[in-house]
């Protein structure tokens, strides 16, 4: 557009607009670069660090707590098959019983590790908030600039497009 402006008739309506369109445009990119570095500070960073950190961790101790409640469904039914016979095995069955309450006490410790990392991720829920919020209103920053922009821009393009028309018409 910059091209098709630079012709020589200095008074031309359409290079004024033209000019005008390309300075309006290059002040939007340049807005938008701003708004979307923003944007990755201010909201994805934090986000992102929620993502890579705390989510990874929950999933770990959950998948932790599955494999440990399978070890112990495992080791409780062989206490019972043990309980059975706990008299012509008693050591078998001693084993068993250990390992049971050993399991036992893992599951519970893993169950109290889930619970403080996902306590951890609901404490951060204020942080949250207000990184949502702080990208609500990046948004809203962002597009108040560009309507202020048009709001400057138009008036003064109409007027000199007016006032264009109006010598045309004159001499005519």
Not at 34 to 58: F, N
Not at 106 to 117: I, Q, Y
């Amino acid at each position: 557009m910059l091209e098709a402006s630079n012709f020589d008739d200095d008074d031309s309506i359409l290079k004024y607009i033209l000019l005008n369109v390309v300075k309006q445009k290059n002040y939007w990119a340049n807005e938008i670069a701003e708004h979307e570095l923003k944007v990755e500070q201010l909201v994805c960073a934090p986000l992102t660090s929620i993502s890579d950190q705390d989510l990874p961790a929950i999933m770990k101790t959950k998948k932790q707590l599955s494999r440990l409640m399978s070890e112990k469904e495992t080791a409780a039914s062989r206490y019972h098959h043990l309980e059975r016979q706990k008299e012509e095995n008693p050591t078998k069955f001693n084993a068993a019983r250990e390992e049971l309450e050993d399991v036992g006490i893992r599951v519970e410790a893993a169950r109290d590790a889930l619970a403080a990392d996902m306590f951890a991720l609901v404490a951060k829920e204020a942080q949250l908030a207000h990184t949502l919020l702080q990208y609500i209103k990046l948004q809203r920053a962002y597009h108040e600039s560009a309507l202020h922009s048009l709001q400057d821009t138009v008036p003064e393009l109409e007027r000199f497009i007016s006032k264009y028309s109006a010598l045309l018409s004159c001499d005519v």
